[in-house]
């Protein structure tokens, strides 16, 4: 599957569940949100860099604006 993403809001478009945090974050819940994934976009260069993968618990532990 390819996307092509210009800002946060088209992310949740595909992904309703997904939460738009600032700094073009966005947490996506995975497994039922038994786990949560932290990625940060360069929407103009379509690049996504992950900044955290880990379990719903070790998310809480986590700063996802700043990771």
Not at 15 to 23: G, N, Q, R
Not at 38 to 52: C, G, H, M, P, T
């Amino acid at each position: 599957m390819s996307s092509v993403w210009k800002t946060p809001n088209d992310v949740k478009l595909t992904y309703a569940t997904a939460s738009i945090l600032k700094d073009s974050r966005v947490v996506f819940n995975i497994k039922g949100n038994s786990y949560r994934l932290v990625v940060k976009f360069n929407f103009e260069k379509q690049w996504a860099f992950i900044r955290f993968i880990g379990t719903h618990a070790e998310y809480d532990r986590i700063d996802a604006n700043i990771i």
